[in-house]
Nanobody, 126 residues
Framework: QVQLVESGGGLVQAGGSLRLSCAVSGGTFSNYAMGWFRQAPGKEHEFVAAISRSFGITSFADSVKGRFTISRDNAKNTVSLQMNSLKPEDTAVYYC???????????????????WGQGTQVTVSS
């Protein structure tokens, strides 16, 4: 059974940076395409970023493009989300997600991901 554990959330001032990590266990990490999603209070689940299992293909929501980067370390079974120039509207619970897919696959659709972490809170103060 795949388990995902996020870390790195916290409180930061607008313009600051945070780095989220997601540790994956219980499966073959290199087989998983990975995604980050977020949910703010009263809002729907929102796609943030995704990365393919191979070749480093990435996808970003327009709202974070140029500010966030996603990376993976297959040796450490982790995926990271580097968040720079944070804004108050980035405040949300951030979730990582995984699914076994082909080498070039990325998706923005939350329903396509099979396994989810418990989330980590990111709060950006103005």
């Amino acid at each position: 059974q795949v388990q995902l554990v996020e870390s790195g959330g916290g409180l930061v001032q607008a313009g600051g940076s945070l780095r989220l990590s997601c540790a994956v266990s219980g499966g073959t990490f290199s087989n998983y395409a990975m995604g980050w999603f977020r949910q703010a209070p009263g809002k729907e689940h929102e796609f943030v970023a995704a990365i393919s299992r191979s070749f480093g293909i990435t996808s970003f929501a327009d709202s974070v493009k140029g500010r966030f980067t996603i990376s993976r370390d297959n040796a450490k079974n982790t995926v990271s989300l580097q968040m720079n120039s944070l804004k108050p509207e980035d405040t949300a619970v951030y979730y990582c997600a995984a699914v076994t897919q082909g080498a070039l696959w990325v998706s923005r659709a939350s329903y396509e991901y099979a396994s989810w972490g418990q989330g980590t809170q990111v709060t950006v103060s103005s």
